[in-house]
């Protein structure tokens, strides 16, 4: 079992908190990253949208162009490929355009099959570790020159519950977390007191989106909280608010 804290209870953030800052989201097209997306733009920062449908970032893009936010940038990846040299392109697109990077949320993942390890299948479990734990660490490889140019810049790593403590039939996606979990403490360590780079990993919980609702079909949508409730764990994270974190687990919901 993983130990985790939660945000402090009076951190409220300011409408510019992300002033300045370029904050690259992953699975920036729906779900919790859209809404990640949204609320950094809102509060002051330019975002990268990557993700594999670029219809979906468009929605996004122009979601926060229209509201009067900091103009976004779209840069589509499928992290399902496990080519290293898309990765290595995208960080150095990113690089021609910024010249560096103040976050990193890692926060597009699948969640496979929900059935006993017993008869899992190969491929989907190839597949839910491509995206949700290779394509993690080809990124973070390719974009940690651009975030050691930030003045303090912030990694963060997306776990879940059954991340943190091994749950029967969550297959693949529990183990892809808790690799996701030590690739935080590894990078971690590897950046303490050398870096101005943080690096925490953040359970979102339970949260109204397709993935929750195609792993519990028969629950009422409505049960959980949507995306934008969970917003101040992911604010505060990319704010200098943590910049003094490290290494740490965090839940957004108490
Ligand atoms: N929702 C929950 O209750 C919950 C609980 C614990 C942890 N989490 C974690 O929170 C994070 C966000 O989950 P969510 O609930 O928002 O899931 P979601 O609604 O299914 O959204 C996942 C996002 O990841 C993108 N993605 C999937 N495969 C991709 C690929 N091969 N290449 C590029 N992008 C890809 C999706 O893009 P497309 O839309 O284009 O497919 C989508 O934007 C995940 O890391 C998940 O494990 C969620």
Not at 67 to 86: K, R, V, W
Not at 98 to 125: C, I, K, M, Y
Not at 176 to 191: D, N
Request: glycine share 8%.
């Amino acid at each position: 079992m993983i130990a985790s804290s939660t945000v402090p209870a009076n951190f409220q953030p300011a409408p510019g908190v992300l002033s300045g800052k370029t904050i690259l989201v992953t699975g920036a097209g729906d779900g919790i990253g859209r809404a990640a997306a949204q609320a950094y733009a809102a509060h002051g920062a330019t975002v990268i949208l990557v993700g594999r449908t670029v219809a979906k970032l468009e929605a996004v893009y122009d979601a926060i162009e229209a509201a009067g936010h900091p103009q976004p940038a779209i840069f589509p990846l499928d992290l399902s490929g496990t080519d290293e040299n898309a990765y290595r392109e995208l960080a150095l697109a990113v690089a021609e355009h910024f010249d560096h990077l103040d976050g990193l949320l890692h926060n597009a993942s699948v969640l496979g099959e929900r059935r006993p390890l017993e008869s899992a299948t190969w491929q989907a479990w190839q597949n839910v570790m491509q995206v949700n734990v290779n394509a993690t660490f080809l990124l973070t490889r390719h974009l940690l020159p651009l975030l050691q140019q930030a003045p303090s810049a912030s990694v963060v790593f997306t776990s879940s519950g059954v991340g943190r403590r091994g749950k029967a039939y969550w297959g693949a996606y529990a183990v892809s977390k808790f690799a996701t979990e030590g690739m935080m403490q590894v990078l971690a360590a590897e950046l303490e007191n050398t870096s101005q780079v943080r690096v925490n990993s953040l359970n979102p919980g339970a949260t109204n989106t397709g993935m929750r609702r195609a792993a519990y079909p028969a629950e009422a949508p409505t049960t959980n909280p949507d995306p934008a409730d969970i917003m101040p764990a992911y604010l505060y994270l990319m704010s200098d608010h943590s910049a003094a974190v490290h290494g740490q687990a965090f839940d957004a919901q108490h």
